[in-house]
């Protein structure tokens, strides 16, 4: 069993940065991989990022793309999401979710457990 808490969301100007923390409970955080995914006002829910087990491996999607960054530290049990040059189309609520596995997954239904989410807001 593995419990998420995200932080680290708030309100920012258009190119702005944040940088989101996912915190996990359990001694085995290490062998799972985690998803960020965000979900706006009206939208379906939408991978941002994943990253496997280790750091070594990353996934994201194409919009945001050399903007952001996942990154993790095993030894505080934290996956990070840095989000450069904030848009107005990034406004969402941001969730993290890990599934046991050392590969990154880049669809929700892959994931077993969720955080409950963060809400970001960029202002233009």
């Known amino acids: 069993q593995v419990q998420l808490v995200e932080s680290g969301g708030g309100l920012v100007q258009a190119g702005g940065s944040l940088r989101l923390s996912c915190a996990a409970s359990?001694?085995?955080?290490?062998?799972?991989?985690v998803g960020w995914f965000r979900q706006g006002l009206g939208k379906e829910r939408e991978v941002v990022a994943s990253?496997?087990?280790?750091?070594?491996?990353?996934y994201y999607t194409d919009s945001v793309k050399g903007r952001f960054t996942v990154f993790r530290d095993n030894a505080k049990n934290t996956v990070y999401l840095q989000m450069n040059s904030l848009k107005p189309e990034d406004t969402a609520v941001y969730y993290c979710?890990?599934?046991?596995?050392?590969?990154?997954?880049?669809?929700?239904?892959?994931?077993?457990?969720w955080g409950q989410g963060t809400q970001v807001t960029v202002s233009s």
């Open positions: 359990g001694r085995t955080f290490s062998k799972y991989a």
């Open positions: 990253i496997n087990w280790s750091g070594g491996s990353t």
């Open positions: 979710a890990a599934r046991y596995g050392t590969s990154w997954y880049p669809n929700p239904s892959q994931y077993d457990y």
